[in-house]
């Protein structure tokens, strides 16, 4: 029994892992940090020794995750995806895709996959799905759906797609690598290309029927802090010839964004009411418009400076220095209310010079039960008015401070940086060909694109930092750690031995089967790579027991090794898309791990009639 203990200890400790990081009941940050410890603490006691003497798994070998290339890229990734979100740098290939689908939700989202589908077999995963998320991101917001239901499918149909060549997963390059050294014939480009093909169709059809009823409708933090009533503002702006509005006929969505309506066109002296009949708009005509915080935010995106122009003169002044420093990459937008005896009650946002007192620039106004159609500026303050406002997050916390505003810190949100759009898709675009021309390894060109994005002013560091997950930082650690106990202590390829050993004598098909079952549910704890050379020899020595080709039985091994669709650890676009999608660790095992079962039970059924293989 002793000589089963460390094995035994790992399998009970990777079981209380996945209930752990399944149930999140214990915060999953805490859980990673809590086995790391566990692993640590036993394998000093228990020390596994090498002909050398020397602890297989010890701390230089448990800790080696936290200096792991795939986590270091994966990191990298999620700060090259922030610069592009932030200044919409892919805005025109959503607009594209819209205009192919004519706003089209399914035909959208089905061109968008259908370019994953082309493009996976061939270019590495990690560039294809770090290419798609910020463009299905767009696309869901545009389309009004939750990243939630799209960004477990892009990784899936990515991984799915994988599967067809040789070159459409590291995985495949490493069956083939191993089948060599075991004086094996390689595989061949498109061996895989049926058998591949016929799992891809299985896996599509699940994600059409099933995935809308499994996926979670999850939005984002700041979107579920904002559910209820949601608040309209008051905002105004200039009229201006770069915005295309000129001559336009006026209209309650004259701007062409959700959740906005005109409700007042101050033209001169005259005041123009809606009905808005017979009436288009002017250069230098001032809109009064309702908007909701996120179309604020949106109509700063999309008509830069439209809100600026129209506080120019009588907040900013003629300066154009003022002006310019709301078009940095460093500006949020916060909604800040006016507490009862502050003395701002009663007064108006020209006469207390708002601007030069707190420099930050007040976009909106909202007032509970009040239609307001006076100018922003003219508009006397009351206790319990709520202000979007504008500026940094240094400048916000010195609102705090004078006591007369108060931050609601769970609105505060990055404003969009339109006019770093090229530099930002000039970085990623770069990162990205070469990463998939492979020039690069995708580690390496990730950290310079991130350097690039800080250098050139796309992000600040601080920006940068908080695009990083926390739980992917102490998630792969621990998960690299557990995989890496359970190779080195012989559980993995014990458990497989005596599984298929015991078995054959069901006849091949059945061995084939719990073969790739096995492998399947493996790739999910240990890595796809660690799987694939732990059992690409197992399956090589079964074949030649049983009389089989060992190519055969390599293909279960590569087809399975892709199945990484039940855990966010077990593959590095299910980690890349954990955050964009607000993912839990169960959401992974909810649609993933049906999906695997039931791509086993297709290639038990294909693989044995494809391949004439006895039962």
């Not at 694939?532 to 020595?541: C, Q």
Request: aromatic content about 8%; charged content about 15%; proline content about 5%.
């Amino acid at each position: 029994m002793e000589a089963y203990f460390p094995e035994a200890f790992t399998f009970f400790i990777v079981l209380v892992a996945i209930a752990l990081f399944a149930t999140e009941r214990i915060p999953i940050e805490f859980s990673a940090i809590a086995i790391l410890g566990v692993l640590l603490l036993f394998f000093e006691v228990f020390p596994l020794l090498d002909a050398q003497g020397e602890n297989l798994l010890g701390a230089s070998v448990l800790l080696q995750g936290f200096a792991n290339p795939a986590l270091i890229a994966v990191l990298a990734l999620l700060v090259l995806g922030q610069g592009v979100i932030r200044t919409d740098a892919l805005g025109w290939s959503t607009g594209y895709v819209l205009a192919l689908a004519r706003m089209n939700v399914t035909l959208s989202f089905a061109l968008a996959f259908g370019c994953v589908l082309v493009l996976s077999p061939f270019l590495n995963n990690t560039p294809v799905v770090v290419l798609f998320i910020p463009i299905l991101q767009v696309l869901a917001h545009r389309l009004r759906r939750t990243a939630s239901r799209v960004m477990m499918p892009l990784s899936f149909v990515a991984v799915l797609a994988g599967m067809t060549t040789l070159i459409g997963s590291s995985t495949n390059l490493l069956v083939s690598g191993a089948l060599t050294q075991l004086g094996e014939a390689p595989l061949g480009f498109f061996d895989m290309t049926v058998p591949g093909l016929v799992l891809v169709a299985v896996g599509l059809i699940y994600l059409i029927v099933f995935g809308p009823r499994l996926l979670p409708d999850r939005p984002s933090l700041p979107e579920r802090l904002m559910t209820g009533r949601i608040p309209r503002f008051v905002a105004k702006l200039t009229v201006g010839s770069e915005a295309g509005l000129v001559d336009k006929p006026a209209a309650s969505n004259v701007l062409g964004i959700s959740n906005t309506r005109l409700i007042l066109v101050q033209r001169g002296e005259q005041a123009l009411l809606p009905p808005f009949t017979d009436v288009r708009l002017r250069s230098s005509d001032l809109l009064v418009v309702l908007a909701t915080r996120t179309a604020l935010t949106e109509l700063a995106a999309r008509y830069p400076g439209l809100l600026h122009n129209a506080l120019a003169a009588e907040t900013l002044g003629a300066d154009d220095r003022d002006q310019g420093q709301f078009a940095a990459g460093d500006q949020v937008l916060a909604e800040v209310m006016i507490p009862p005896g502050s003395r701002l009650v009663g007064e108006s946002l020209e006469r207390i010079g708002f601007y030069r007192t707190y420099q930050c620039l007040v976009l909106g106004l909202e007032r509970r039960s009040h239609m307001i159609r006076d100018q922003l500026t003219k508009i006397r303050l009351l206790a319990g008015d709520v202000l979007v406002v504008q500026g940094t997050r240094p400048q916000l916390q010195s609102l705090r401070r004078t006591g007369n505003l108060i931050p609601l810190d769970e609105t505060v949100v990055e404003l969009p940086a339109p006019q770093l759009a090229k530099r930002a898709a000039a970085i990623f675009v770069g990162v990205i060909l070469l990463a998939a021309t492979g020039l690069l390894p995708v580690v390496v060109s990730a950290l310079l694109g991130c350097v690039a994005m800080i250098a050139t002013g796309v992000l600040t560091f601080e920006q940068a930092a908080r695009a990083l997950d926390r739980r992917i930082v102490l998630l792969v650690p621990t998960s690299l750690a557990l995989g890496a106990a359970l190779e080195r202590s012989g559980g993995a390829e014990l458990l497989a031995q005596e599984l298929l050993f015991g078995v054959q004598a069901f006849g091949a098909a059945v061995v084939l089967s719990l073969l790739f079952l096995i492998v399947a549910l493996m790739t999910n704890i240990l890595t796809n790579n660690a799987t694939a050379i732990i059992f690409t020899p197992i399956a090589v020595s079964i074949a030649q027991s049983l009389g089989e080709s060992p190519t055969v039985f390599a293909l279960a091994v590569l087809l399975a090794a892709n199945c990484s669709f039940a855990t966010p650890i077990a593959y590095q676009t299910n980690l890349l898309i954990m955050g964009p999608g607000h993912y839990r660790f169960a959401d992974f095992i909810r649609l993933g791990l049906p999906l695997v079962l039931l791509i086993w039970v297709a290639f038990s059924l294909f693989a044995p009639w494809y391949y004439q293989l006895g039962y």
